[in-house]
């Protein structure tokens, strides 16, 4: 009998579970059961506790880790030798995207500054940038890259699509510096790794216009914090960010009060289009994983998966 660990108690009234296959729930912060070594497929929880990550030291009998998360970068650093890890691409592309378009637009036109008036009984007209006619660099051409993309469409921006390699209707990353000057709006929606640690940077900032809006839906540390503050600072930029590095930024942080910042606690893929979307997924896998099948979404193959 093949041993899955699920993040919650209501999982397997949503799943199919294949035959020869027993399911049971960890979370984090619990006591570890007798049967932790016995664990085949492991589903920590999503932006749970690093002790969720660190457990799968303990699994000697792990096959394959199904994170909930389109990023692996954190599962990656405790992933033993062997193991299959599989990510949610495809599980927050709608809500991440939503939110791309949302922060944009949100950033744009206003709304810190409505709300703030708002809480005060203050009537505050102003007239602020459209999302229409904007120039758009779109950073990241995968599956939430695209999702975005599709949103932007009906909103008349001039949209440029950059990623690593260069392709039809996607440009590659030596044709960045010449759009950066262009950029109205930079969204970035890039896998975090060692080739996108602090991509923005000092002189990537300053290659933007003046007023330029950058929108982090990536991870926190594609973008320098130092670099950005300076230009916040300024009231040169402007930026909305769903990732921060450090995340979350501690009470005493400068982003906290930095001018023309909007911060959202990283809700990008936390809405109530998660969780159907995860069970969906997370039965194909199961479904594949039992028929000795090839998984999807694998990050890092390690031993075959055994029915």
């Not at 709300?115 to 007209?125: E, T």
């Not at 999702?147 to 950059?162: N, Y």
Request: aromatic share 6%; hydrophobic share 45%.
């Amino acid at each position: 009998m093949t041993l899955v660990w699920l993040p919650d108690d209501d999982w397997a009234e949503h799943l199919n579970v294949p035959s020869g296959v027993r399911v049971d729930v960890w979370r984090g912060g619990q006591p570890l059961p007798d049967d932790v070594e016995q664990v085949a497929f492991y589903v920590p929880e999503y932006m749970g506790q690093p002790a969720t990550l660190e457990v799968m030291g303990a699994m000697p009998g792990l096959q394959v880790v199904q994170t909930l998360t389109a990023g692996v970068d954190d599962a990656l650093v405790h992933l033993p030798s062997g193991v299959t890890l599989c990510n949610a691409a495809g599980v927050h592309d709608a809500s991440t995207a939503e939110l791309a378009v949302g922060l944009t637009i949100a950033s744009l036109r206003g709304f810190p500054g409505f709300l703030r008036a708002q809480d005060k009984g203050i009537w505050l007209h102003a007239r602020h940038d459209a999302l229409a006619d904007c120039r758009v660099v779109l950073l990241g051409a995968g599956s939430v890259g695209r999702a975005i993309a599709a949103r932007l469409a009906p909103f008349e921006v001039d949209l440029r699509i950059v990623a690593s390699t260069a392709r039809e209707g996607v440009h590659g990353p030596d044709e960045l510096p010449g759009l950066l000057p262009t950029a109205d709006v930079v969204i970035l929606a890039i896998p975090y790794g060692p080739a996108t640690h602090h991509l923005v940077d000092k002189p990537f900032l300053a290659a933007l216009p003046d007023g330029a809006l950058l929108v982090n839906v990536a991870r926190g540390p594609v973008v320098d914090t130092e670099a950005l503050l300076a230009e916040l600072a300024t009231g040169r930029l402007r930026a909305a960010l769903d990732v921060t590095d450090p995340e979350p930024p501690p009470p005493d942080h400068a982003l906290w009060h930095a001018p023309n910042v909007l911060i959202t606690p990283h809700v990008g893929g936390d809405t109530s289009a998660f969780l159907p979307r995860a069970w969906r997924l997370l039965q194909q896998q199961l479904d594949r994983f039992a028929a000795g099948k090839p998984l999807a979404n694998v990050v890092r193959a390690g031993r075959e998966p055994i029915s």
